[in-house]
């Protein structure tokens, strides 16, 4: 865990006018910033579980955009002691593959997604659980490729992307743990993301 920093009367003129040009300097600093501050769209989170609250954000855009844009997961601790996040596990690859995406389409479907990414399957051998250990105000984040969430499809009967090209959809994220025998000190309960819209870009 990160842990939690006076000179005499003759100088007083000095510290004076010295700390007005900082004082200026700060104001100038502020006024300049306001336009990008401005138009900045502020981060919205979810509504906070047990200390912990998530969050998703659109990855800045690219040209030509990404046919599956990329998004980013935010976890902050909320609370006044210090957490053990458990986001999943695996033998290869250390993924988040314990938080479940849930995909809403315009008329208001929504779609529960099936990780099928590295060690969906499970492992043959042995395994490393992935935990996340979050101070006080702590964030942190996490990036997620949507193209490792699927739909079984009821007509190919095969796993599919649940999105088509040149749709808007809001996707959801949410993390569950409940208490474990095997692995003591993490946190438990159950935390959803906001709503992020995201639109797949039509094909060439």
């Not at 910033?33 to 912990?52: E, M, R, Y």
Request: glycine share 6%; net charge negative; hydrophobic share 40%.
């Amino acid at each position: 865990m990160p842990p939690f920093i006076s000179a005499g009367a003759a100088m007083t003129s000095v510290k004076t006018e010295s700390a007005a040009i900082l004082l200026a300097l700060a104001v100038l600093s502020v006024v300049c910033s306001l336009p990008a501050q401005t138009n900045q769209k502020a981060q919205a989170w979810g509504t906070p579980a047990n200390g912990l609250e998530m969050s998703l954000s659109l990855d800045p855009a690219t040209a030509p955009p990404p046919a599956i844009p990329a998004i980013t997961l935010h976890f902050r601790n909320v609370g006044s002691a210090s957490l053990n996040v458990l986001l999943g596990g695996g033998c290869t690859v250390l993924y988040p593959n314990s938080v479940v995406l849930s995909l809403t389409d315009s008329s208001g479907n929504a779609t529960r997604l099936t990780y099928l990414g590295p060690d969906a399957a499970g492992c043959a051998g042995a395994s490393v659980v992935f935990i996340v250990p979050l101070s006080p105000n702590e964030e942190h984040s996490i990036p997620l490729k949507l193209d490792y969430y699927k739909i079984l499809s009821d007509i190919t009967h095969r796993y599919e992307y649940a999105w088509k090209p040149g749709s808007t959809y809001s996707v959801q994220a949410e993390l569950e743990t409940k208490p474990e025998e095997t692995i003591k000190n993490v946190w438990n309960g159950l935390v959803k993301s906001d709503k992020l819209e995201i639109h797949f870009p039509s094909g060439n």
